[in-house]
């Protein structure tokens, strides 16, 4: 007869035995076992745990819902904030990253505000934001993590430059003076990306969103961006029978993006982008409108019918920051934009129903 080697188990584990049974049996048994117990260990080895900082905010609420629709077996998502961890404390953010054991990072974390929280704190913005910033992506390099996703904004691009601007412009000149502060800040995850890269051969990459809007907004009359401050502005003049007051001329042009659209583009990025250049996350140059414009699809959104009022005294900021999105055409064709109008409504619809516990 055949002589039969034994099976061994693999190193540091115990075999389990079927009482009762045949030795064949047994061995059968035993192997079938392992197998299962390596195809267990594969799936956790190949398990992608994705930490998305700022993940409350506008943008991280956004990926979370688009995640949540989209799910995959072996992606985990951890979204935190800044009650996990203050991320200007290397100590904190070396204590998160331990904690989660993070493979891929979307970093979304940021002191951000409107133009004029930027115009009286320029300095604040550069400060906390560069520790920000370098916390995050330190650890990941220290934490072995493959892939990190930051998100920059297109305030980063020279103030004096032609248009459309692309990824190959952002460090032609200075930024406008406004946001200096924030967007230096900003322009130097780039030039960290660039570094990480070259020194450790990391794959840390950004995006360039134009201006993010929708649920989850901050609607601050102060410090929130344009479409969420004008939908708290509308909605109080609405419930106070008051006249609606623009901020400045109406005149600057911007484009949009609603978050859920972000959302959707963020996650294709962390799964299949693999260059460390940035890359615009935008509607077309074609979908440019004005804030007047904007001001408008609220007000019918809202049913407003009162008074409008233009304050020519306060500052337009930047008048224009058209931004070239064929990067991505070029690599996402088939990609759909929802419309403005349908999602200024979306954000209006949310807004009056979450009024009492929004962010304003």
């Not at 920000?132 to 930051?150: F, G, M, Q, W």
């Not at 990824?167 to 200075?174: C, K």
């Not at 294709?268 to 004005?290: A, F, N």
């Not at 809202?302 to 055409?329: H, M, Y």
């Amino acid at each position: 007869m055949r002589k039969r080697h034994p099976i061994i188990p693999p190193k540091g584990t115990s075999p389990p035995i079927a009482c009762g049974r045949s030795t064949r049996y047994n061995r059968l048994y035993l192997v079938r076992s392992w197998f299962k117990m390596a195809d267990v260990e594969k799936k956790l080895k190949d398990t992608k745990t994705i930490l998305v900082t700022g993940g409350t905010g506008l943008v991280g609420m956004a990926i979370k819902e688009m995640a949540d629709l989209d799910k995959r077996p072996d992606e985990n998502w951890v979204f935190v904030s800044s009650k996990d961890a203050d991320l200007t404390s290397e100590a904190e953010t070396s204590a998160l990253f331990e904690k989660y054991k993070p493979t891929h990072v979307i970093h979304l974390a940021a002191m951000v505000g409107g133009l004029f929280r930027n115009l009286k704190y320029n300095l604040d913005f550069w400060r906390i934001n560069i520790k920000i910033n370098d916390n995050v992506l330190h650890n990941a390099y220290k934490h072995n993590v493959s892939k990190v996703v930051s998100c920059l904004s297109t305030c980063i691009f020279p103030d004096k430059t032609t248009y459309p601007i692309d990824e190959t412009m952002i460090h032609n000149g200075p930024p406008h003076d406004s946001n200096f502060g924030y967007a230096f800040a900003k322009r130097m995850i780039d030039v960290q990306n660039k570094a990480y890269h070259s020194q450790h051969g990391c794959t840390f990459t950004s995006v360039i969103p134009t201006n993010v809007f929708g649920p989850y907004d901050n609607f601050n009359l102060q410090d929130g961006h344009v479409i969420p401050g004008l939908i708290h502005k509308i909605y109080r003049a609405k419930e106070d029978d008051t006249e609606f007051t623009i901020w400045g001329t109406g005149s600057p042009r911007r484009q949009f993006i609603y978050s859920k659209d972000l959302a959707r583009l963020f996650i294709w990025v962390l799964r299949e982008y693999d260059d460390i250049s940035p890359i615009i996350l935008s509607v077309g140059e074609e979908d440019e409108v004005s804030i007047k414009e904007v001001a408008d699809m609220i007000i019918e959104a809202c049913e407003f019918r009162g008074k409008v009022i233009l304050d020519t005294s306060k500052s337009d900021g930047q008048f224009k920051k058209t931004a070239s999105n064929a990067k991505l055409k070029n690599l996402q064709p088939d990609f759909k934009f929802t419309p403005i109008e349908q999602a200024i409504k979306e954000t209006v619809t949310w807004f009056m129903e979450n009024y009492e516990t929004a962010r304003k």
